[in-house]
C-alpha cells in the first residue's frame, strides 16, 4: 500500500531524510526555547515537522495519536517516533539526546535561579501570564490538526463529516471533564470512530485517503 497523500494545504513530504547533525540541532532549539510546559514544546515539534515537509499534518495526527495511547511522557515519546521515522534508530537517540541535553541542563539551572526570585511581584505577574499563552498556543495547534481530519470527512460526505466531528466533540468534551483517563477516552474514542466510519458510506467518487480520483 502507498503512504498516504498529504493533506490540503500541507507541504510535501521531504523526498531526502533529514541529516542526524539536522535532527539533533532542530531537537535541541526545541530544548532551549520550550519554555511554559508541554504545548509550546509541541507547537514547536509540530511546526518544523509539516513545515520542513518531514510529516504530513495526517502523519504528525497518527503519531502525536500513537504517543498519546503508551505509558510515559508525550513529548519524549513523541520526540522518539519522530526521530525514529526520519532516520531509524539513529534518529531516535539524535533526538532525544538534542531534546532533553539542554532542557534538563536549564531547569536545574532555572530551579536554582527561580527559588531566589519567586517572591517578586513582576516574576509572580510574568507567571500569570503564562497560563492563557499556553491555553491559546494549545487551542490553536488543536484547531490546525483538526484541519485535515476535517477536510478528508467533508470530501467524503457530510454523514462522514458529522461523523468526524461527533468523535471530536465527545472525546474533548470528556477530556475537559477530568473524570476519566486519557486513555480510555482514546480507546473509546478510536473504536467508536472505527464504528461509525465504517457503518457510515463515503460519498461516490471520493477515495479512501480523501481525495477524488
Not at 34 to 60: D, K, M, V
Request: net charge positive; charged share 10%; with cysteine.
Amino acid at each position: 500500500m502507498g503512504a498516504p497523500s498529504a493533506a490540503p494545504g500541507a507541504p510535501a513530504r521531504a523526498t531526502a531524510p533529514p541529516a542526524l547533525r539536522e535532527i539533533f540541532a532542530t531537537w535541541f532549539g526545541f530544548g532551549v526555547q520550550s519554555f511554559g510546559g508541554g504545548a509550546p514544546t509541541f507547537y514547536l515539534i509540530h511546526q518544523a515537522c509539516t513545515r520542513r515537509g518531514w510529516l504530513s499534518e495526517t502523519e504528525f495526527s497518527r503519531t502525536w495519536a500513537l504517543a498519546q495511547i503508551s505509558p510515559g511522557i508525550n513529548l519524549v515519546k513523541l520526540t522518539a517516533l519522530v526521530g525514529h521515522k526520519l532516520r531509524g534508530w539513529p534518529g531516535l537517540l539524535a533526538a532525544m539526546l538534542g531534546l532533553l541535553l539542554p532542557s534538563g541542563s536549564i531547569t536545574v539551572l532555572m530551579t536554582a535561579g527561580f527559588s531566589l526570585i519567586r517572591g517578586q511581584p513582576m516574576v509572580q505577574a510574568a507567571m500569570r501570564g503564562i497560563l492563557p499563552a499556553t491555553i491559546g498556543l494549545s487551542l490553536a495547534t488543536a484547531i490546525r490538526m483538526a484541519r485535515p481530519l476535517l477536510a478528508q470527512g467533508r470530501l467524503e460526505g457530510r454523514r462522514r463529516l458529522a461523523a468526524h466531528l461527533l468523535v471530536t466533540v465527545v472525546a474533548g468534551t470528556l477530556m475537559a471533564t477530568g473524570r476519566l483517563s486519557p486513555v480510555l477516552i482514546l480507546l473509546v474514542a478510536g473504536l467508536g470512530a472505527s464504528v461509525l466510519l465504517h457503518s457510515v458510506p463515503v460519498r461516490a467518487g471520493t477515495t479512501s485517503e480523501g481525495s477524488a480520483p
